[in-house]
């Protein structure tokens, strides 16, 4: 296996190796002089299973590392002497790219004290060997730190991955796992440099999201697409929705503009079946940021509208304009007015209710600036049937309104018909004004 034959590398590398210390451009970057680790063994879930945490500071830089580790990799160490009174202890632990050697005191399951790092100049030399360049001191403790290792160099190289000593160092302090490498691998992740890695790791890109974007007809996405429509939210179950509405093939910038504004998929098969299949993103836009629902344009379309525009669409939702009140008012026979009059009727109070009404007294069909005007003067369904009942119903809008405004009802209308037989408006309010009826 490669894995293996690196290692072998690796120890015959050493041999030769006297000094920790690499030669170069890479001396000029020590690792942390002094790393301070703590075990805690109540924290493990086995006998031989304990918590090490690892922690160093370099550079105004503070690194803290702790996960579980065997017992059986701190070489020096045994359960035994966790237990008990404080005494010292003394341990080594050996990474591929170098060695903490530690030394502290352990009492009642606890143990701390500090290490010193020495990196593998034979590490660093197989490195270079695979095309990775120099490695520094620090770069060596940092994948130590990780356990970035022969196998971890082995598995990028036979992917075909790009890296620096320092990109595989901080790959493992982003949590780009082996397991992690091979689990993207797996699910088609593009090979490249391992920055794409590190940057789907960080947005919590896992090898899952990766193989349902592919079901999904994402197959050749890039890590930075992967991460950004992670970032916003959009799953496969969504791309698979916009593309039952009809809204396959969008440019992924698109559909991170959708899912931003809230647009879901079950929202624009209910504008597909209103008959508003495919719109631009502007128009989709334009609708979604006023709230109008699916059951709204479903609404418009069981009431007989067509398509509108959407810039009518929305003008309608803007003024509180709802699906019902316009099917009660294409009952009544306003069928065919400009959305503009519409929005006028709806935003002077004109209710569903007195146009109805206007109609069932038997009036004409009003003009809706007629409309206005008998609504501004205070003029009700029940007056209009009134004026009507009495005779009138060949007034003028104005006139209806000239009798409302002098306070003439019903009763002051029978009243000025029992005195003069069928007196004209102006009469009507003469007499009214005068206080004879």
């Not at 520094?136 to 290792?149: F, K, T």
């Not at 503009?257 to 993103?281: E, K, P």
């Not at 206005?372 to 369904?381: F, I, K, N, W």
């Not at 009763?411 to 009826?437: F, H, K, M, N, Y």
Request: glycine share 10%; proline share 3%.
């Amino acid at each position: 296996m490669r894995a293996e034959r690196l290692r072998m590398a690796l120890m015959g590398a050493a041999a030769a190796v006297l000094s920790v210390a690499l030669a170069g451009p890479a001396a000029a970057s020590p690792a942390a002089e002094t790393v301070r680790w703590q075990i805690d063994a109540d924290r493990g879930y086995s006998a031989d299973v304990v918590q090490l945490t690892l922690t160093s500071e370099q550079g105004g830089r503070r690194s803290v590392v702790s996960s579980p580790a065997s017992i059986n990799v701190l070489e020096g160490l045994s359960p035994a002497q966790l237990q008990g009174v404080e005494k010292p202890v003394a341990f080594k632990m050996q990474r591929d790219a170098g060695e903490f050697e530690c030394r502290g005191t352990a009492a009642e399951r606890h143990a701390a004290g500090d290490c010193v790092f020495h990196g593998s100049q034979s590490f660093a030399q197989v490195l270079a060997s695979r095309g990775v360049g120099p490695a520094s001191a620090d770069d060596l403790y940092r994948m130590s730190l990780h356990n970035v290792g022969a196998d971890y160099v082995e598995a990028l190289h036979a992917l075909h991955y790009t890296t620096s000593a320092a990109e595989l160092a901080r790959a493992g302090e982003h949590g780009v796992t082996l397991k992690y490498i091979h689990e993207m691998a797996a699910a088609g992740f593009p090979a490249g440099k391992i920055d794409g890695l590190i940057l789907c790791r960080d947005h919590g890109v896992d090898a899952e999201y990766v193989e349902a974007m592919r079901r999904a007809g994402l197959a050749s996405i890039t890590p930075e697409a992967l991460a950004q429509l992670r970032d916003h939210g959009v799953s496969s179950s969504y791309i698979a929705g916009l593309r039952s509405a009809g809204y396959q093939g969008l440019p992924l910038d698109q559909v991170v503009v959708l899912r931003d504004h809230g647009v879901s998929a079950t929202w624009l098969g209910a504008l597909q079946r209103a008959g508003y299949g495919r719109l631009s993103l502007p128009d989709v836009l334009a609708l979604a940021d006023r709230g109008v629902s699916g059951e709204y344009m479903e609404g418009l379309h069981k009431a007989g509208f067509g398509r509108l525009k959407v810039d009518d669409v929305a003008a309608l939702r803007d003024h509180g304009v709802s699906a019902e009140w316009l099917a009660r008012l294409r009952r009544a026979g306003y069928d065919d007015l400009p959305i503009g009059q519409v929005v006028r009727l709806r935003d002077n109070g004109v209710s569903a209710d007195f146009i109805e009404g206007a109609r069932a007294a038997g009036y004409r069909k009003l003009q809706p600036d007629e409309i206005l005007l008998l609504r501004a003067h205070g003029v009700t369904s029940d007056m209009i049937h009134d004026v009507v009942a009495a005779g009138y119903g060949q007034l003028a809008p104005a006139e209806i309104a000239r009798l409302r405004d002098h306070g003439v009802t019903a009763t002051t209308l029978r009243r000025a018909q029992a005195l003069t037989g069928r007196p004209s408006v102006d009469e009507i309010i003469r007499l009214r004004d005068l206080g004879t009826i």
